[in-house]
Every structure is written in structure tokens, then in C-alpha cells.
């Protein structure tokens, strides 16, 4: 393991600074601020730091709202769907997904997108409905307890179960505990 160089404390031209993050003596490197001896100070002082003072103001779109003016941001969220951002001040925005947008941010409904696609926003690909019916639609598994009972009591396992539901063996195995069925032990397959 190589030995890390020590950090000089003082700069060519006689200069000396204290780490905003450790509090020791070190040289600024020459282009630099000079707040921080290395990076990892940097991070530990950053992160201490309040969220709010770091943070950008996002806030949803709601229904009736006015739309700001511009051309909105088009980014794609964590789940897969594209979200759309307006800037409305100095580090303040507004945001929406695209999908709910297209379909005037329909109040106690969802967005369904036809082709599973969630990025695809096109009209005639988005349908309107309320959640009950969305929800039933993408997990049926969590209404069917007494299909996914016969099916296991039949003599089907978990997993041909999870196949068939597209889903995976773990929520077949909860919905049959909870419809209070008992799992068969497990048998290894013999070749």
C-alpha cells in the first residue's frame, strides 16, 4: 500500500491556511479557494451542513394551477417517467410528470399508459381511470387470493404461480400466508 505524501502547511510564497473541515494548517493549492486540505474534508464539512441551505425549492404541480411560462425541462424521474420542470426564480422550480400534464393534472385519478411504456407520452397511449382500477390492473395478484390458493393447493409451486401472475415467489408466498394457507416443504428436484 503506497504511504500518502503529508500535505505541505506552507504554499511557496509563505502562505498558511486552516481546514475548514479538520481545522489543520495547510498550503492552498495554487487556483484553488484553499478552504480544505483535501477532498474528503470537503465531503464531511458538506455534508454536516443543513439540507435547506443546500437544496433547490421543487415543488409539485398542482391541479388549476397556472402554467409558468417557457419551455419546461424534460428529465426522466428514478421510476422511469419524464418529468417536466419550469424555473420560476433563483433556484425555485415547479414540476410535474409529463403524463398527468398531457391529461390537465387530473385530480383523485391516474394515468395509465396503454403500452406499459412509461416514458411513451403519447395521447392516444394514456388513458384516464381511477385508482382502483389502475392498481388492479398492474398488481392483480393482490385480489386473487383465492385463484392463487387453488392454484398452490392443486399442486402448482410458488414460483410456476409467479410465473403466471408475473410477479415474483415472495408475493405469492405472502398472499398464501395471509389467505391462511399452509406452504408445502420444500423438495429437491432429483436429476
Wanted: glycine content about 10%; charged content about 25%.
Amino acid at each position: 500500500m503506497a504511504r500518502r505524501k503529508p500535505t505541505p502547511t506552507i504554499d511557496e510564497l509563505g502562505n498558511e491556511r486552516t481546514c475548514e473541515g479538520c481545522g489543520r494548517a495547510f498550503a492552498p493549492v495554487s487556483g484553488s479557494q484553499g478552504r480544505f486540505c483535501q477532498r474528503s474534508c470537503w465531503y464531511a464539512w458538506r455534508s454536516a451542513q443543513p439540507s435547506q441551505a443546500r437544496a433547490r425549492h421543487i415543488r409539485e404541480m398542482v391541479s388549476g394551477a397556472a402554467v409558468p411560462p417557457g419551455q419546461p425541462g424534460r428529465y426522466p424521474d428514478r421510476a422511469g417517467y419524464v418529468r417536466l420542470r419550469w424555473r420560476v426564480g433563483a433556484c425555485e422550480y415547479v414540476e410535474c410528470r409529463e403524463h398527468r400534464f398531457i391529461h390537465g393534472l387530473p385530480v383523485g385519478q391516474h394515468v395509465h399508459h396503454l403500452n406499459g411504456i412509461k416514458h411513451d407520452n403519447r395521447p392516444e397511449n394514456l388513458e384516464q381511470m381511477p385508482p382502483g382500477d389502475h392498481a388492479r390492473l398492474h398488481h392483480p395478484s393482490r385480489f386473487d387470493q383465492a385463484e392463487i390458493a387453488r392454484l398452490y393447493r392443486s399442486g402448482l409451486t410458488m414460483q410456476q404461480i409467479a410465473e403466471q401472475f408475473g410477479t415474483h415467489s415472495g408475493r405469492i408466498s405472502r398472499v398464501l400466508k395471509a389467505a391462511g394457507v399452509q406452504a408445502r416443504p420444500y423438495q429437491q428436484k432429483t436429476s
